[in-house]
């Protein structure tokens, strides 16, 4: 089945300053890939998805990367501000199946 | 969240009890999945139901069942409640075919 690591696990910055979270997936037949956002108290939150067909999504200060040949995908934050502080999720699947395989979590913390 | 409720949001038991939690999704939505959160984890999927079939199944043992009804809503049963049962329960609903899912704010399960 498929396996999804995240990395890291935790990371902290600067207010204003960019975050990256990198995932890799280890199923060739996985082609959707969402990101959610978890927050104290809250289900997870989508906050952005690829498919495989294209390599980069943008959504304002949010923009994702696809490699699928490094079967890899990164999430990335500019301009990160105090809301953004919460866990965020990786996950990978086949595109109209909902049994999603999540990565461990990274906890993002924004330094005021 | 606003696309799902679920109840109870925290429940305590004790091991060999049984458990039922209960998803009600807002209309539009006609797929219930069911995922486990163990603390620090990300979600682990369940199972999946619609049209009141369970249609996928993740690595769980048959003391975890579940059940669709008409106006979509969903339950998830477990029974012999084990120490390890202790997480956040969390429904996504979504509409068959598409991949966007909306999670609850989930129930918190302690086993004692």
């Known amino acids: 089945g498929e396996n999804v690591e995240q990395h890291p696990s935790t990371l902290s910055v600067q207010e204003g300053d960019s975050a990256v979270i990198k995932c890799t997936y280890s199923d060739s037949a996985s082609n959707y890939f969402p990101w959610y956002k978890q927050e104290l108290g809250k289900g997870p939150q989508l906050i952005i998805d690829?498919?495989?067909?294209?390599g980069e999504k943008k959504d304002q200060r949010i923009a994702v990367t696809l490699n699928k040949t490094a079967k890899h995908f990164s999430l990335h934050i500019t301009e990160t501000q105090p809301e953004d502080s919460a866990v965020y999720f990786c996950?990978?699947?086949?595109?109209?199946?909902?049994?999603?395989?999540f990565g461990t979590g990274t906890r993002l913390t924004i330094i005021p | 969240d606003a696309g799902v409720t679920q109840s109870p949001t925290h429940l305590i038991k004790t091991r060999g009890q049984q458990v039922t939690l209960r998803c009600s999704p807002k209309s539009g939505h006609d797929t219930v999945s069911w995922y486990q959160q163990a603390l620090g984890q990300g979600p682990q999927f369940i199972f999946q139901?619609?049209?009141?079939?369970?249609?996928q199944r993740g690595n769980f043992p048959d003391r975890f069942s579940g059940h669709q009804f008409p106006n979509y809503s969903s339950e998830l049963n477990v029974n012999a409640l084990l120490l390890g049962d202790s997480a956040l329960y969390l429904c996504a609903v979504g509409q068959a075919g598409a991949n966007v899912l909306t999670f609850g704010a989930g129930s918190r399960l302690t086993v004692l």
């Open positions: 690829i498919r495989s067909n294209v």
């Open positions: 996950a990978a699947t086949v595109f109209g199946n909902e049994k999603l395989t």
């Open positions: 139901y619609y049209e009141e079939e369970e249609r």
